[in-house]
C-alpha cells in the first residue's frame, strides 16, 4: 500500500538548501541531487514508507535494482544523493543509524572517454566557420569551440565566462568550475586568434542584431544578445562534426577529453592537467592516462619477439 510521496518534501527541502547554502554546491548538483531524490522518495512512498526511519538496508539495496534499465554511472549518481540524505537526516539526529551506508553501487564496465585524434579536432573546428567567413554566429563558433578546447573547460565554464574573464595580452582564461572555484588556465595562439576576431567583429554584430537589452558581460552571446546556453552549445558542436564528416559520436565533453588526452600523450604529467581541468582528485585525471589502441599496437610490434 503506498503512502504520500509529499510526506518527505520538508526533510529533502531542508536537505536542498543545506547542499546549495550551507555547503555551497553547484546549483546543477543540487538540482541533480533534487531529481535524485524525488524519485528515491517516491519509489519509498510506493512501497509503502512514509519516513526514513522505516527504511531498511534491504530496501535501499532494492531501490539501487529497481534502476536495472540506468547505466551504473546513472546508478552511482542516484546512491550517492541517496547516501547524502540519510547523512544528512543522522547529523539532524532524525535517525539512529545510516542503513544506507553500507550499500554500494554496483560497478560498471571500465569505459574510456570519447576522444578525437589531433586531426579530427583540426577538421571540427575548421567546419565551424568554413573559409574565411566573417559571419558573426561563424565567428562566434570558432572562437567558442578553439575556447573549448584551448581550455579544456567545460560546457557550463564556457557559457558561463565573461568577456573580462579573458586575457587577450596574457593568453590566459578565468574559469569557475564545479563549487563556485576558479582557476586561471592558458589560452593558446589559434584561440586567441578566434577570439580577438569574435570580439573585433562577431560579438559587436551580434549585440547590434539584438532586439532588447544586451547582456554585456557574457562572453559568447547568441543572435538576441543574451548568454549563449548549454544547449545552443550542442547544437554548434553537432553541426561542426557533421560540416567535418565525424561519423562517430561528438558532444561538447569530447573537446575536454580530447583536450586531456593529448596534453597527455603530448608529455604533460596527470597533476598538471589535473589543475588546468579543475578536477578535485587526480584519481578522475587517471582515465586520460590510457594508452590509445594505435600506441598499443605499435610498442607490441616493437617489443615483442614473435610479433612479425
Known amino acids: 500500500m503506498s503512502t504520500d510521496p509529499t510526506a518527505f518534501e520538508p526533510l529533502v527541502e531542508q536537505f536542498i538548501v543545506h547542499t546549495g547554502v550551507e555547503r555551497g554546491l553547484a546549483s546543477a548538483t543540487v538540482s541533480a541531487y533534487q531529481s535524485d531524490l524525488k524519485l528515491y522518495t517516491d519509489w519509498l512512498s510506493q512501497r509503502g514508507i512514509a519516513s ?40 539532524q539526529r532524525l535517525l539512529d543509524s545510516d542503513v544506507s551506508q553500507s550499500v554500494k ?14 586531426e579530427e579536432v583540426s577538421q571540427l573546428l575548421a567546419a565551424a ?4 567567413s566573417t559571419d558573426p554566429v561563424s565567428l562566434r563558433d570558432r572562437a567558442l569551440l578553439e575556447f573549448m578546447y584551448a581550455t579544456g573547460c567545460r560546457v557550463s565554464e564556457a557559457v ?33 586568434r578566434a577570439l580577438q576576431a569574435y570580439l573585433n567583429l562577431g560579438r559587436p554584430s551580434l549585440q547590434r542584431q539584438a532586439k532588447k537589452e544586451v547582456e554585456m558581460s557574457a562572453l559568447f552571446l547568441n543572435k538576441r544578445g543574451k ?45 598538471t592537467v589535473q589543475e588546468l581541468l579543475g578536477h578535485a582528485s587526480v584519481t578522475t585525471t587517471q582515465i586520460y592516462t590510457h594508452v590509445s589502441p594505435q600506441r598499443l599496437i605499435e610498442a607490441y610490434q616493437t617489443a615483442h619477439p614473435r610479433a612479425r
Open 227 to 271: 548568454r549563449l546556453s548549454r544547449q545552443s552549445v550542442w547544437l554548434v558542436v553537432q553541426t561542426a562534426a557533421e560540416r567535418a564528416g565525424i561519423t562517430h559520436p561528438v558532444h561538447p565533453h569530447t573537446l575536454r577529453h580530447s583536450f586531456a588526452t593529448h596534453l597527455i600523450a603530448g608529455g604533460a604529467d596527470v597533476r
Open 129 to 132: 566557420a568554413p573559409g574565411e
Open 52 to 91: 526514513l526511519d522505516q527504511v531498511s538496508k534491504q530496501d535501499v539495496e532494492d531501490f539501487v535494482a529497481s534502476l536495472e534499465d540506468e547505466s551504473a554511472a546513472s546508478k552511482a549518481r542516484r546512491l550517492a544523493a541517496v547516501h547524502e540524505l540519510h547523512r544528512f537526516a543522522l547529523e
Open 105 to 118: 553501487a554496483p560497478k560498471g564496465a571500465s569505459r574510456l572517454p570519447d576522444v578525437l585524434s589531433i
Open 160 to 192: 558561463a565566462a565573461n568577456v573580462e574573464d579573458v586575457d587577450l595580452d596574457q593568453g590566459l582564461a578565468r574559469l569557475m568550475g564545479k563549487g563556485s572555484k576558479q582557476r586561471l588556465v592558458p589560452v593558446g595562439s589559434y584561440a586567441l
